[in-house]
């Protein structure tokens, strides 16, 4: 089979990889583009967020491209991204276009689901059982090294002294990992991407503000979704920390808090009921970050999201109350790069100097 997925950050590496060693031939999704958006908003709902628009796009431009079969995620909740790939399975055959999506739902939901569409995917490969899983776990550690690699560069690109350098050295590590065929090559891979990383020119003389990234995983996680504002914010001089990465979101818990504290820091804010997608984790991590001596937050949610519009219309007390500035962008195919950067620069400006008027009060405190 030709088989394709969203594109979704650098992950498609990893897949990319999961795929061809199943035993199909893997369609590699585009980087979401101009063409793709406009393909988007032609075949999609206009209330439709800006995930399902990209989506879109990228079903199409896949389908072109020869994929025979898409696999995506599904979804349980209030959030309405558990409807998106039967809109999308619908929109394509009413376009007579050849492409099947197969939705993995959470497993938990319905396990039987789950196991069968799984066996369908990686029988028709051809592979025993036993050999399936073992490319699951080579699979599983690329994607683990993907984010590591892409955690560090933005720890490092604030005190980058050539401007770029950061991301062509990021890039040359995911090219390590792309070639790499087993857990002891991606180790090594790994280990030489972090190494590149670290030995970059750096300017250590440098103060940078600390801003955390909370929102909707797409959004979040999708460069060309957000203009590429963690590259934009890094190249600002600001170490950026994001929320969520892949790995941590399929059950990698120790790059970050496990839900169950981000749900105990949102919980004052919250009650019972769950406002669905991420909007609970951006309360929460929005406590945490401030907690944690961060100088600011930036909420990233696609126009029209409801999970982050009620977390949005929560943030203000809890940015109140926990003394931390919180920018929110909510993205839509209307949203422009100059406009990002725009906004961005008013912001790091008004961190810088809250930043300095703290220290000043602090200092006259310990002259007292």
Known sequence: MKISFPRMGYSYIAFKWLVENIGHEC????????????????????????????LTGTYLEVADMGAEVVLTS????????????????????????DLKIIAFEPPL??????????????????????????????????LKAIDDLEQLSFKVRPYEIHRGETSRTL????????????IPEIKEARSEGLKLLNSMPQD??????????????????EPSANHYIQIMLGEAGVEVDRSMYLSGYCGRREMHRPNEEIFAMARPYLNEAPIGGHGTNSIGETVLYAKNGFDGVIQLAPFACIPEIVAKSIIPRVSREQDIPVLTFFIDEQTGKAGVQTRIEAFVDLLEKRRERKRKEQGRLRAC
């Open 27 to 54: 369609i590699v999704p585009p980087e979401p583009s101009e063409r793709t958006l406009d393909l988007g908003v032609r075949y999609s709902p206009e209330f439709a967020c800006i995930p399902y628009k990209i």
């Open 74 to 97: 599904g979804g349980i909740g209030p959030c309405r991204a558990g409807y998106y790939w039967i809109m999308h399975q619908q929109m394509l055959d009413e376009l007579g276009i």
């Open 109 to 142: 939901n319905n396990i039987s689901d789950f196991w069968q569409k799984l066996k369908l995917v990686w029988k028709s490969g051809g592979l025993s059982y036993r050999e399936f899983i073992r490319v699951m776990k080579v699979a599983w550690e690329k």
């Open 171 to 182: 890039w040359k590590g995911l090219d390590f990992l792309d070639e790499a065929n087993s």
């Open 204 to 221: 250590k003389t440098r103060d940078p503000l600390k801003v955390g990234i909370i929102g909707e995983i797409y959004v979040v996680l």
